[in-house]
C-alpha cells in the first residue's frame, strides 16, 4: 500500500479520487499495490463525498506525514501550488499535477529538486489532457530528433470554434457552454486569448529541447477576434480555423507561437474538432505522427494524473524524468516564418481583367497576386488569400494595405494566418 494526498478536489481533483477507485483492481495489478488516498486539501468540506472523511484544510497535515509518498496537485494556478508543490518535493515526496500554469513557470526548478530529492514531478496530465504526449516525448521518441511541434493543444477554445463553425452559435453562448462542461479555465482568459495554449507549447519544447522556455517569449494570440463571418470564409475554403500552438526546432534555433490560423483540408489538425485535442509531431526516423484525444475534461485529465502516479508508485525510489534545465533556450522572432495568409476587406475588389479569380488594383499592388474570395450572403466585403511570403513581410505589406483602403474609404476587416 502506497499512500497518496490530493491537493485541490475540483473538478479534476475529485476526478483523480473516481479513478482511483473506480479502477482499483488496475491500478494495483499496474504498480504491484494499492494506492490509498490518506488525505485530500481543500477549502471546503465534501460532505456526502466518498472523500468526505479525508479532508483537511491544513497543509502542514500532508507535508509533515512521513507515509505519504505520493502528492497530487490539481488547485490550479501558482499560489499555494507552487509553494505546496517545492515543499513536498523537499520533503521527499512525489508530485503529480495537471497545472500547466505551474510547470511551464517553474518547471525546472521543481524538475531540479526532484531530481535532488530522487523523486519524480510529473505532468501529463498539463498538455492535451488526457492525450499520454509527455511520456510520449520523454521515453517513446527518445530516440527521435524532433523538428516540429504542432498541436490544437486547448479543448476550450477548440470547442468554441467548432460550435461557431457547425452551428452558428455566438462566442459568449460555446464559452459557456465549454465552462458548464467543466474544460475552461477558472479564468477562462487563459484559454481565450491564447496563454494555456503557449504554455502548453512551452512545456512541450522545453521537453523537446532540454533546456527551459520563457513562454513571454512565445508570440502569441488568442481567438476573441474572430467572428462567425470569419467561419463563412474558411468554409468556402474548405478550411478550418483551429488555434494552434506551434514549435519549430532547428538545431539551436527555436521558433514558436500560438495564433488561430485556418487550417486547409489536408493539415492533419484539420479535423480535430470539439473539445479534442490533436499534436502532430515531426521527426528525422519516424517522420511524422499524430496524438489525438479528449483534450480537456474531469476523467479524461484525471486518466493522465493518476498514470503519473501509477509510474511513481512504481519506481518509488528513481527519478524516471530528465525533463528540462534551468538553461534558457531563446525563442528566434517569427518573422522570418512563411506561409500564405487570408484577409478580409470592405468594398469591391479589383478584378485581373485576364483571370477574373485574382486582385488587381490596391490589393495587388501590396500583396501581389491574390486569389479572391466571397462567401455567400456576405455583400460589400471580400477576402483575398496571399501567395507564400514571409511573417515580416505580411505585417508591413497588410499594415500599408490597410493605409491605403482607409484612404479610399474601405477597412481591413481580419487577417489570418493559413497552414495548408
Ligand atoms: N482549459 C484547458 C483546455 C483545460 O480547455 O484545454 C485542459 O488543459
Not at 51 to 74: G, M, Q
Not at 247 to 259: K, L
Amino acid at each position: 500500500m502506497i499512500y497518496a494526498a490530493i491537493m485541490g478536489f475540483g473538478t479534476i481533483g475529485s476526478g483523480v479520487y473516481e479513478v482511483l477507485y473506480g479502477n482499483r483492481d488496475r491500478i494495483k495489478a499496474a504498480c504491484g499495490q494499492e494506492i490509498e488516498v490518506k488525505y485530500v486539501l481543500d477549502l471546503r468540506d465534501f460532505p456526502g463525498s466518498p472523500a468526505e472523511d479525508k479532508v483537511v484544510h491544513d497543509f502542514s497535515v500532508i507535508v509533515s506525514d512521513p507515509e505519504v509518498r505520493l502528492v497530487v496537485e490539481t488547485m490550479g494556478g501558482l499560489n499555494p501550488a507552487y509553494p505546496f508543490v517545492k515543499a513536498c518535493l523537499e520533503a521527499g515526496k512525489h508530485v503529480a499535477t495537471s497545472n500547466k500554469a505551474l510547470v511551464a513557470a517553474h518547471g525546472s526548478e521543481l524538475l531540479r529538486i526532484a531530481r535532488e530529492k530522487n523523486v519524480n514531478f510529473q505532468f501529463e496530465g498539463s498538455v492535451g489532457g488526457g492525450i499520454p504526449i509527455i511520456r510520449t516525448i520523454y521515453r517513446c521518441l527518445a530516440g527521435e530528433t524532433i523538428s516540429e511541434i504542432t498541436g490544437v493543444l486547448n479543448g476550450t477554445t477548440n470547442y468554441i470554434l467548432t460550435k461557431m463553425s457547425k452551428e452558428g452559435s455566438a462566442f459568449d453562448a460555446a464559452l459557456k457552454e465549454a465552462q458548464r462542461l467543466g474544460y475552461a479555465e477558472q479564468d477562462p482568459t487563459a484559454d481565450v486569448e491564447g496563454h494555456d495554449t503557449c504554455r502548453k507549447i512551452a512545456i512541450l519544447t522545453a521537453l523537446v529541447t532540454g533546456k527551459e522556455i520563457h513562454y513571454e517569449d512565445i508570440h502569441t494570440e488568442g481567438i476573441t477576434g474572430i467572428t462567425a463571418e470569419d467561419h463563412l470564409y474558411a468554409d468556402k475554403l474548405g478550411m478550418a480555423i483551429r488555434l494552434l500552438g506551434s514549435s519549430r526546432i532547428e538545431g539551436d534555433r527555436v521558433y514558436a507561437w500560438v495564433a488561430p490560423v485556418m487550417a486547409g483540408r489536408d493539415n492533419p489538425l484539420h479535423s480535430v474538432s470539439g473539445v479534442y485535442n490533436g499534436i502532430l509531431i515531426r521527426s528525422n526516423m519516424l517522420g511524422t505522427s499524430m496524438y489525438y484525444g479528449s483534450g480537456a475534461g474531469k476523467l479524461q485529465t484525471a486518466s493522465a494524473v493518476v498514470a503519473d502516479m501509477i509510474e511513481e508508485a512504481s519506481n518509488p525510489d528513481t527519478n524516471v524524468l530528465a525533463g528540462w534545465s534551468a538553461d534558457p533556450q531563446p525563442i528566434e522572432p517569427i518573422g522570418d516564418l512563411r506561409r500564405r495568409f487570408f484577409l478580409r476587406l470592405s468594398g469591391q475588389c479589383a478584378r485581373d481583367a485576364g483571370d477574373p479569380g485574382i486582385c488587381a488594383g490596391t490589393a495587388r499592388e501590396y500583396l501581389g497576386d491574390c486569389r479572391v474570395v466571397t462567401a455567400d450572403g456576405l455583400d460589400g466585403e471580400y477576402g483575398l488569400l496571399t501567395e507564400p511570403m514571409s511573417e515580416s513581410r505580411f505585417a508591413e505589406a497588410s499594415a500599408a494595405l490597410a493605409r491605403a483602403a482607409e484612404a479610399e474609404g474601405n477597412r481591413l476587416i481580419q487577417t489570418l494566418r493559413v497552414e495548408e
